[in-house]
């Protein structure tokens, strides 16, 4: 199989959408009123046999938008101190448009239409990353509007795990919690753990049967 029908592979497989993988560290819980302070993202490829694999890690510190707020039990939890000159922060906007550039261009590489955001718990990250989007005005969102791929709910019925370290525990997937909560580490776990479901479900017999029902 050519590289070319590799690509379209991965468009059929999920509709026209390509799956991105996003993690975002901040300083609480509502995307409207905290701050976006670490986003990374990893794209996704598939291989001439239809097996997903990881491909480019990208990622971006975030310097707090005006007025943010910052919930010191957040900053306890992530450790992250959103001053540090040292984490070389950007505004939302710089930030942001880093991330989305190359996710634009995997989409077109791929033959895609869009991106669709996987997340560990893929609400969250999701609505921090809309609404930051909307605050700064960036037209091409490259990411579906709604639709998400919650490796939460993929690592409970594949694992029998809910929580992203214990999935990738059962998984045999390497995981370092002392690496955990920065967004880098915790988007490369869960693009491995979302590959190894698809890439499970594909072994089992499951893109046949789709193909088969089409």
């Excluded at 468009?11 to 509502?30: C, Q």
């Excluded at 890690?57 to 919930?71: C, D, K, M, R, Y």
């Excluded at 718990?121 to 921090?128: L, R």
């Amino acid at each position: 199989m050519s590289q070319s029908s590799a690509k379209t592979l991965m468009a059929e497989r999920f509709r026209g959408y390509l799956p991105v993988v996003v993690d975002v560290e901040t300083a609480g819980f509502n995307p409207h009123t905290d701050a976006l302070l670490e986003i990374a993202a990893v794209t996704l490829v598939m291989d001439e046999e239809g097996y997903l694999h990881t491909d480019q890690t990208f990622s971006a510190n975030i310097l707090p938008f005006e007025g943010a707020n910052l919930e010191k039990s957040a900053l306890a939890f992530t450790g992250i101190d959103p001053w540090n000159p040292l984490r070389a922060a950007q505004d939302e906007t710089t930030a942001l448009e880093s991330i989305f550039k190359p996710i634009r261009k995997a989409i077109k590489a791929n033959g895609c239409k869009r991106a669709i955001l996987v997340g560990h718990n893929a609400s969250f990250d999701h609505s921090f990353v809309c609404q930051a989007a909307e605050r700064n005005q960036i037209k091409r969102n490259p990411f579906h509007p709604f639709s998400t791929f919650d490796t939460a709910t993929l690592g409970g019925l594949a694992c029998g795990q809910t929580v992203l370290a214990k999935a990738c525990e059962v998984a045999g997937i390497e995981f370092d919690a002392r690496q955990a909560h920065s967004a880098i580490y915790d988007t490369e776990k869960t693009a491995e753990l979302f590959c190894l479901v698809v890439n499970r479900w594909k072994d089992l017999g499951g893109w046949d049967w789709i193909m088969a029902a089409r």
